[in-house]
């Protein structure tokens, strides 16, 4: 009886020891990849950039790794798919949409020893990573180039919708403009949609329609630039070059790139190094990257490039104090010598000189 | 040379009863050739489509949560279909159902507000999704305007009123000003039925559903008011029936129903309010309800082969690497054979050669 009650203590601890072990990171020979994507992959737009990231790991890490997507998956639904991939052997998650946030930490729970990362979320977890690119260094690069470009001084701008990412992006894009052209005037149309090339369509037109010579977009489908093409006007691609829709319009366009991220990511897995954390990479990141400057002027391509290596060496921050509310007030600098990180991932106001109102 | 179709004097009984099974031979031998030709195995594909989620505990429960708004939405639907009344606002009357029991769960969210908050949110959520169904009912009895059009329409308003609440007043002050609302509190919850489970008391409500309807249907006069106004309007009024009435009837029941859906589904899954509360589920109901023949237990069979659909072509992603198109391709092709096969048994086919028809 003694004996056998022994035993079983000592069996008891060494399969504490063993799971203990499991825990703990531990290198792997070979992991599986999952992802799950919010649209269809298509052949460009904020999906595909996800598959590109999925297949760079591919290329990396060759017979390491084997991946495996869920396209097209309704956020409200999509509890279902990430446990599916959870119970089908993947080491390491990528949920590719701010709506799967939730969902993911509700899997990751069940599912401690899988390794997930949210894109664009805010919630963390011992066995959840966030990950978002800075989309608003991009985009003041485009801001400049627009209000050096623009001839009737009134420029345009499609949003999706008014969440913090979208507004820091207008506001990062005008103060851009301003920076060159202190008297440049911008209108804002919400198309209210991610993608909807009619939509987003409509939109290009009505801002056309109003005297706009340069259009932005913040909708993933090539609908907007095509309507400048169409016009003779000018715009900038978005999430994917759309240089071979609109190859006159085309400026340059703010590329998002996974790659490398998504590659280090599935490495650390492998080496047992991964850990929780929150990335947010830029232009230094290489997870922002604009596509070639074109069709326009030396002086222009000279002024986008030398902002773009600013930005990229920390000397030039689109958010660099002061900055202005719109009525005129100055907002209170939280980061060292610039807007703080949480004031820029939540931000709900314009800055001085945009005429519009955000919508509520 | 064309086809015509003509009924059948006698319709076999028992070729009624088959015509579903036959459909689905079919409509998997149709998806198996297509999966031949991309080269794939459609015995394979057989296994994780249908066998696999069928023989795993974990996605028999998944099944049920995927069928449970399904067949809640699908059995009002079938109210209005069966007398003839094109509801295709379920979505919108699930969304509006939603939201009003959602008000409640953020009324009292972080108070000390005990058991009474889950069972009224439920009957707010009822209330909201017929009071929505109620609109097109009342545009058609009144003004003779077309329920289709209307209850369609209304699905956008319903589901921009919820983007408006979840952007402004009903925001989650500490969500980084993202559109959704605070998590609900344990008391505002549809608890799960197994803890750690995922399917909740939902999945009660579509059963009561689907046996009080039967008895509706099967023993009494306004089961027989409803079929009578669909196939038979006129007869319906000579025979005093208040198609007006009616009408509203079935409009509330429907849109009431979806409601009980859509408060289920925020408090039983989602947890919160967010501006995608469904992937579809109210059209996806109509589907469903013409599966099932718009019979109770058909439409309960139903939700389930479509809810096996979505899993299996999840499944059929993961592990056979089959795209998603195929998934969808595979409910048309079911859907269409079902039809077909309805068709089929109700009417013979003839071949009318050149000259013979007239």
């Known amino acids: 009886m003694f004996s056998r009650k022994l035993f079983g203590a000592f069996a008891g601890v060494a399969l504490a020891a063993l799971s203990a072990s499991g825990a703990m990171a531990q290198a792997k020979d070979k992991i599986k990849v999952g992802f799950i994507y919010v649209g269809p992959v298509g052949d460009h737009g ?22 495996t997507f869920v ?7 999509s509890e279902r798919a990430i446990e599916q991939l959870a119970r089908t052997g993947h080491d390491l998650i990528f949920t590719t949409s701010f709506g799967f946030m939730e969902p993911t930490l509700k899997v990751a729970r069940k599912y401690p020893n899988i390794k997930f990362e949210h894109a664009t979320g805010f919630k963390r977890a011992p066995n959840v990573s966030t990950y978002a690119a800075k989309f608003h260094e991009g ?23 008014p969440i913090p990412e979208v507004i820091a992006g207008i506001n990062a894009f005008y103060l851009g403009a301003q920076s060159v052209n202190p008297d440049v005037k911008i209108k804002v149309v919400w198309a209210n949609t991610w993608y909807d090339p009619a939509k987003e369509g409509d939109a290009a037109k009505a801002l056309l329609d109003q005297g706009v010579d340069m259009l932005a977009q913040h909708t993933d489908s090539p609908a907007p630039i095509q309507a400048a093409e169409a016009r003779g006007k000018f715009g900038f691609g978005q999430a994917s070059d759309m240089e071979r829709f609109a190859p006159k319009a085309q400026l340059t366009a703010i590329i998002d790139d996974w790659s490398d991220y998504y590659i280090a990511r599935a490495k650390a897995v492998l080496d047992g190094t991964w850990k929780s954390e929150d990335t947010w990479g830029g232009l230094a990141e290489h997870m922002v990257v604009m596509s070639p400057y074109k ?27 002061p900055i202005y509310g719109q009525d005129g007030k100055e907002i209170e600098c939280k980061g060292n010598g ?15 000189g945009i005429e519009d109102k955000i919508p509520q | 040379m064309r086809f015509e179709l003509t009924p059948r004097t006698t319709v076999s009984p028992v070729a009624r009863a088959l015509a579903p099974v036959a459909a689905f031979i079919v409509s998997f031998l149709i998806a198996g050739f297509v999966i031949w030709l991309m080269g794939r195995s459609p015995i394979a594909a057989f296994d994780v489509y249908v066998l696999q989620p069928l023989s795993d505990p974990w996605s028999l429960q998944e099944l049920l949560v995927k069928a449970t708004p399904l067949a809640l939405i699908a059995i009002g639907l079938s109210y209005c279909f069966r007398a003839s009344l094109w509801n295709i606002g379920a979505e919108g009357q699930y969304v509006m159902g939603a939201i009003l029991g959602s008000w409640l769960a953020l009324k009292t969210h972080g108070t000390e507000a005990g058991f009474w908050v889950l069972p009224l949110m439920l009957v707010l959520g009822i209330v909201g999704g017929a009071l929505y169904g109620l609109v097109p009912a009342f545009l058609k009895t009144r003004f003779g305007v077309n329920e289709i059009l209307t209850s369609l329409m209304l699905v956008y308003v319903a589901q921009l009123t919820l983007d408006y609440l979840v952007r402004g007043p009903w925001r989650d002050p500490k969500g980084f000003n993202f559109p959704q609302s605070v998590t609900f509190d344990p008391s505002a919850t549809l608890p799960p039925i197994l803890e ?16 009080v309807t039967a008895v509706i249907l099967g023993r009494t006069l306004f089961g027989y008011r409803l079929k009578l106004t669909g196939d ?13 009435a009616t009408t509203m009837a079935v409009f509330a029941i429907s849109g009431g129903l979806a409601g009980l859906a859509g408060i289920s589904e925020v408090s039983g899954q989602i947890g919160q309010l967010q501006p995608s509360i469904s992937p579809g589920y109210g059209f996806t109901a109509i589907t469903v309800a013409f599966l099932g023949r718009l019979n109770p237990l058909g439409i309960l069979v139903a939700a389930l082969v479509v809810a096996l659909t979505f ?47 007239k």
């Open chain 1, 139 to 161: 985009r003041y690069i485009i801001g400049q180039i627009a209000g050096k470009m623009t001839k009737s001084g009134v420029i345009g701008y499609v949003g999706a919708f």
């Open chain 2, 311 to 357: 899993i299996g072509g999840e499944s059929a992603q993961i592990l056979l690497r089959l795209p998603l198109d195929l998934t969808q391709a595979f409910q048309g092709i079911l859907l269409l054979c079902v039809l077909a096969a309805d068709a089929l048994v109700s009417y013979r086919i003839r071949l009318v050669t050149r000259g013979g028809g």
């Open chain 1, 338 to 352: 610039a807007l703080s990180d949480e004031q820029v991932l939540g931000m709900n106001f314009y800055v001085k």
């Open chain 1, 46 to 67: 904020w999906s595909y950039q996800h598959d590109q990231g999925r297949q760079a790991i591919v290329k990396a890490l060759g017979d390491k790794v084997e991946t």
């Open chain 2, 232 to 244: 038979a309007p006129r007869a319906a009024r000579f025979a005093g029936f208040n198609s007006r």
């Open chain 1, 71 to 77: 396209e097209s998956v309704p956020e409200a639904d």
């Open chain 1, 295 to 321: 069709n326009m002027p030396d002086d222009v391509k000279k002024m986008a490039e030398e902002t773009e290596a600013a930005i990229r060496s920390g000397a030039l921050n689109p958010f660099k104090c």
């Open chain 2, 196 to 211: 750690s489970g995922r399917v909740h008391y939902g999945v009660f409500f579509a059963v009561i559903a689907v046996l």
